[in-house]
């Protein structure tokens, strides 16, 4: 494990190419093991990191009581194959004096942007940060984190940063809840009403399959199944375009984002799935 800019970018220079890249706040669950298990089968190198960024909560979240365990994820880490585990104190990411942010145009203005105010200029300044240091080949993002996967995949466009974005399937328990660092959180009824967010989804896409194209429909059946718990608290659904730029009134016409958030309990949720005509 190293925890500076300059030892990463010494032994990263040592590495074979392709080199690939798993960001990580740790916590790590089976869907981080999958994007690093895909990375690993698909790179010679792999690189994880390891980094808890404060810029991505708002005041009022749960960045001093988000899930730590750095023994447990660095044991993880090195049984799934990582070559490189980057696990920065905070001064390394933002040194003294730090006041460069990036801000990827619109993404504040999107449903969970709205949501959770310079939460994506956390994100996508960060993740410039860590593929700068890094410089990896390849990053492996989860589709579970919808509009963070387009916020990074535009980010990489509009600035032509040289690597390639890899999404990777969202990875559900049995019973279809999204695994999330969060749901240590939930009691066990909140956990079985959290379920309501999946299975809103689910009937939403069944719907979507058997031919309903209304999108305000399409969002009352999630927001109806959600609504329906009562330790449910929905904040918002929406029907976006494949890329996530904006909302869709009327008929869906090509690839579309269906993403819901809800608070359950004290824990905020967030799950997607993605229609395909
Ligand atoms: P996090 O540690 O929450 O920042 O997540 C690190 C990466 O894992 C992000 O790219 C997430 O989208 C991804 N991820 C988180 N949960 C899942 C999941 N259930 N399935 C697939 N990827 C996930």
């Known amino acids: 494990m190293v925890r500076t800019v300059e030892a990463v970018r010494a032994e990263r220079a040592e590495l074979p190419a392709?080199?690939?890249?798993?960001?990580?706040m740790g916590a790590l669950h089976e869907g981080h093991l999958?994007?690093?298990?895909?990375?690993?089968?698909?790179?010679?190198?792999?690189?994880?990191s390891l980094f808890v960024n404060p810029a991505q909560f708002g005041p009022g979240e749960d960045f001093a009581s988000y899930p730590r365990d750095e023994e447990r994820d660095a044991r993880l880490f090195a049984e799934t194959g990582v070559d490189?585990?980057?696990?920065?104190?905070?001064?390394e990411i933002y040194p003294?004096?730090?006041?460069?942010?990036?801000?990827?145009?619109g993404a504040e203005e999107r449903p969970e942007g709205l949501s959770r105010p310079g939460h994506f200029t956390g994100v996508a300044t960060v993740v410039t940060a860590l593929l700068s240091i890094v410089a990896p080949d390849r990053a492996y993002l989860g589709e579970k984190?919808?509009?963070?996967?387009?916020?990074?995949?535009?980010?990489?466009?509009?600035?032509?940063l040289p690597v390639e974005v890899v999404a990777c399937p969202t990875v559900r328990d049995p019973d279809g809840l999204a695994l999330s660092s969060r749901n240590v959180y939930l009691s066990r009824e909140e956990r079985r009403q959290a379920l309501s967010l999946s299975a809103g989804l689910r009937a939403a896409a069944a719907a979507f399959a058997a031919g309903v194209r209304d999108a305000g429909e399409l969002r009352r059946i999630v927001?109806?199944?959600?609504?329906?718990?009562?330790?449910?608290?929905?904040?918002?659904?929406?029907?976006a375009d494949g890329e996530m730029r904006e909302e869709i009134e009327g008929e869906v016409q090509g690839e579309a984002v269906l993403s819901v958030a809800a608070r359950v309990g004290g824990t905020r949720l967030i799950d997607n799935v993605r229609l395909r005509p």
């Open 84 to 91: 490189l585990l980057f696990a920065p104190g905070i001064e």
């Open 34 to 48: 999958s994007l690093l298990r895909r990375a690993r089968g698909e790179c010679r190198s792999l690189i994880a």
């Open 96 to 105: 003294p004096g730090h006041a460069t942010t990036v801000t990827v145009g």
């Open 18 to 24: 392709p080199v690939g890249l798993v960001p990580t």
């Open 145 to 160: 984190d919808a509009q963070q996967l387009a916020v990074v995949s535009r980010l990489v466009r509009d600035l032509a």
């Open 223 to 239: 927001s109806g199944c959600v609504s329906s718990q009562p330790l449910a608290v929905l904040d918002y659904v929406s029907l």
